[in-house]
T-cell receptor, first 116, second 117 residues
Framework: AQTVTQSQPEMSVQEAETVTLSCTYDTSESDYYLFWYKQPPSRQMILVIRQEAYKQQNATENRFSVNFQKAAKSFSLKISDSQLGDAAMYFCAYRTLYSGNTPLVFGKGTRLSVIA | DTGVSQDPRHKITKRGQNVTFRCDPISEHNRLYWYRQTLGQGPEFLTYFQNEAQLEKSRLLSDRFSAERPKGSFSTLEIQRTEQGDSAMYLC???????????????FGSGTRLTVV
């Protein structure tokens, strides 16, 4: 079974600075998707960024980018120019490419605080 | 379409009572998922449906839990004889079942917070 590990329970960053959240995963599959979700205090999970495992190029969405290291099974999230609204729980998640199989598997999350 | 809706937002119940939650997915999404999230933890998979068929159930889903999705639209999650350990946020999410759907991730509802006293 696939597992997702987030080793940083909490992180903090100064407003306008850059922070990197770590995620590692374990799988025997070669094709899959990886996601970062954000869960603000209102509790609704929001998709932040996604990466296809067969693409070498790291995904970027505005201030959010990932560092995907397939061999190392690492998928970190970098948030640039951090804003107060970025404060939330961030979850790394894995999903098989073949959607007939297992559902999304989440890590335990990293709580990000943004300091004004 | 306003996204995934869950009702109620909060539920307080006494131990031993039965509770039922409802989830209305995005209309064109044929997959519906239930997750449980305890404080400070990531969502844990409970069960999912493709249309009206329940395709997978987690070992977390004890026999006190039952989920249905009649007609492949909304879904209900019932917990019988609630225990204090059932206190958690119950999240519903939906997606399509295509490869494109897998790429798109899930759309989540705001969850139902259950407190068993």
């Amino acid at each position: 079974a696939q597992t997702v590990t987030q080793s940083q329970p909490e992180m903090s960053v100064q407003e306008a600075e850059t922070v990197t959240l770590s995620c590692t995963y374990d799988t025997s599959e070669s094709d899959y998707y990886l996601f970062w979700y954000k869960q603000p205090p209102s509790r609704q999970m929001i998709l932040v960024i996604r990466q296809e495992a067969y693409k070498q190029q790291n995904a970027t969405e505005n201030r959010f980018s990932v560092n995907f290291q397939k061999a190392a099974k690492s998928f970190s999230l970098k948030i640039s120019d951090s804003q107060l609204g970025d404060a939330a729980m961030y979850f790394c998640a894995y999903r098989t490419l073949y959607s007939g199989n297992t559902p999304l598997v989440f890590g335990k999350g990293t709580r990000l605080s943004v300091i004004a | 379409d306003t996204g995934v809706s869950q009702d109620p937002r909060h539920k307080i119940t006494k131990r031993g009572q039965n509770v039922t939650f409802r989830c209305d997915p995005i209309s064109e999404h044929n997959r519906l998922y239930w997750y449980r999230q305890t404080l400070g933890q990531g969502p844990e998979f409970l069960t999912y449906f493709q249309n009206e068929a329940q395709l997978e159930k987690s070992r977390l889903l004890s026999d006190r839990f039952s989920a249905e999705r009649p007609k492949g639209s909304f879904s209900t999650l019932e917990i019988q004889r609630t225990e204090q350990g059932d206190s958690a946020m119950y999240l519903c999410a939906s997606s399509t079942n295509s490869v494109q759907g897998a790429w798109g991730g899930y759309t989540f509802g705001s969850g139902t917070r259950l407190t068993v006293v």
